[in-house]
């Protein structure tokens, strides 16, 4: 009668292993530039239903932006198609909290893309206009 739990606990583990596994999460770690080399971040993506790649981005040890560029606010996070000759797509935009981190959930239709952090003077900006900080190969 004493397996009976360990046998639930593992169903239970096996389970949620098998779910992760299902939902296709990828992490890839950011890679820094020398513009902002303390920095470290990750994002997670997966495909939704609908065909659109969801993107967690989490990053931290960040340099306010106008240390980086003068004219700059905020962050903006760009996803740039592997497969098309496109520009980069404004995915979003992010402010570092006095405790040097942010994140920041979006969505691009895209599945493989270059995904790149550059220092902005607004988050409404149509194409990049700094340097980049951070950078991502997704879907490669």
């Not at 583990?13 to 999460?25: E, Q, W």
């Not at 700059?72 to 909290?97: H, I, M, R």
């Amino acid at each position: 009668m004493r397996t009976a739990p360990s046998l639930k606990l593992l169903a239970t583990a096996a389970f949620a292993v098998a779910l992760a596994a299902c939902s296709g999460a990828q992490t890839t770690a950011l890679t820094t530039t020398p513009k902002n080399p303390a920095a470290k971040g990750e994002v997670e993506t997966r495909r939704t239903a609908n065909q659109n790649t969801e993107v967690n981005l989490e990053v931290e040890y960040m340099a306010p932006p106008e240390k980086i560029a003068n004219d700059a606010t905020v962050y903006v996070v760009w996803a740039k198609p592997l497969t098309e000759d496109l520009p980069p797509q404004n995915v979003g935009s992010f402010v570092v909290g006095k405790d040097r981190k942010a994140s920041l959930k979006t969505l691009t239709p895209y599945e493989r893309f270059d995904l790149i952090v550059t220092p902005e003077p607004t988050g409404a900006v149509a194409s990049p206009t700094n340097e980049p900080v951070m950078k991502a190969k997704i879907g490669r």
